[in-house]
């Protein structure tokens, strides 16, 4: 196997955590918004709620730069989008085909068909630039104020701020093109991203109260969130 073919898929599957994560994280969010919604008795200014939204806007932000952002000791989405694009022929059809079984390769070409032009030998570098180009086009301005807001405070004025939806545009992109270029790589379909399901049931703890009317039970761990 060429070894920048094992250095790709090694970024992919580090990749892949990290698109996991933000979609995680996007989904929680609006989850916590729509239990406000669907309780008048929580439905004031609330600092908590700033937090939150302070906290999913800032971290969403950063991992989105960190996937547009190609640095040479870095591992992001642009900077793979980029190498595939410089040397297309590792990505092959004769290797995309071997990977499915002997009676799929119908299913294999057509599957293929998404990267390439028809009987091509490897995948279109152009389809993938294109790919990159609107990846770095919908996270433009998300790089722009994670860099002159997040990661540093500069001293000039920042003139477009990202919205949510502009965040979560990124997102739901970063999650398309992760179950895009798994197929790819690994010939298999990832479960959708965008509606995968969070294992824990998180929301349990909204339905407890959070400061028990007794704290006196010393059994009781003290600092669950290991802060002290």
Same mark, same amino acid.
Request: charged letters at 30%; glycine letters at 4%; a neutral charge.
């Given at each position: 196997?060429?070894?920048?073919? @094992?250095?790709?898929?090694? $970024?992919?599957?580090?990749?892949?955590?990290?698109? =996991?994560?933000?979609?995680?994280? +996007?989904?929680?969010?609006?989850?916590?918004?729509?239990?406000?919604? *669907? *309780?008048? +008795?929580?439905? @004031?200014?609330?600092?908590?709620?700033?937090?939150?939204?302070?906290?999913?806007?800032?971290?969403?932000? =950063?991992?989105? /730069?960190?996937?547009?952002?190609?640095?040479? *000791?870095?591992?992001?989405?642009?900077?793979?989008?980029?190498?595939?694009?410089?040397?297309?022929?590792?990505?092959?059809?004769?290797?995309?085909?071997?990977?499915?079984? /002997?009676?799929?390769?119908?299913?294999?070409?057509?599957?293929?068909?998404?990267?390439?032009?028809?009987?091509?030998?490897?995948?279109?570098?152009?389809?993938?630039? /294109?790919?990159?180009?609107?990846?770095? @086009?919908?996270?433009?301005?998300?790089?722009?104020?994670?860099?002159?807001?997040?990661?540093?405070? #500069?001293?000039?004025? !920042?003139?477009?701020?990202?919205?949510?939806?502009?965040?979560? #545009?990124?997102?739901?992109?970063?999650?398309?093109?992760?179950? +895009?270029? $798994?197929?790819?790589?690994?010939? %298999?379909?990832? !479960?959708?991203?965008?509606?995968?399901?969070?294992?824990? *049931?998180? %929301?349990?703890?909204? /339905?407890?109260? $959070?400061?028990?009317?007794?704290?006196?039970?010393?059994?009781?761990?003290?600092?669950?969130?290991? =802060?002290?």
């Amino acid at each position: 196997m060429d070894q920048r073919l @094992k250095k790709w898929e090694k $970024w992919l599957e580090a990749i892949r955590y990290e698109v =996991m994560d933000l979609v995680r994280s +996007k989904h929680i969010f609006w989850k916590l918004g729509d239990i406000v919604k *669907n *309780n008048p +008795k929580i439905q @004031k200014p609330n600092s908590f709620y700033k937090f939150a939204g302070d906290t999913y806007f800032a971290y969403g932000v =950063m991992g989105i /730069r960190r996937q547009i952002k190609p640095h040479r *000791n870095s591992i992001s989405f642009a900077g793979l989008l980029h190498e595939i694009v410089k040397t297309p022929y590792i990505l092959s059809r004769e290797r995309f085909v071997a990977l499915y079984e /002997r009676n799929s390769h119908y299913e294999a070409n057509h599957d293929f068909g998404q990267f390439a032009r028809e009987d091509a030998e490897y995948i279109d570098p152009n389809k993938v630039r /294109r790919d990159l180009d609107k990846l770095k @086009k919908l996270g433009r301005a998300v790089e722009v104020f994670a860099d002159k807001r997040i990661a540093h405070y #500069d001293k000039q004025l !920042v003139e477009n701020v990202p919205s949510f939806g502009e965040l979560d #545009d990124c997102i739901n992109f970063l999650a398309e093109l992760t179950e +895009k270029y $798994w197929l790819l790589f690994k010939a %298999e379909t990832l !479960v959708d991203l965008l509606v995968m399901p969070i294992v824990d *049931n998180w %929301e349990e703890i909204f /339905r407890q109260p $959070w400061i028990p009317p007794d704290t006196s039970d010393k059994s009781i761990d003290p600092d669950p969130l290991g =802060m002290y």
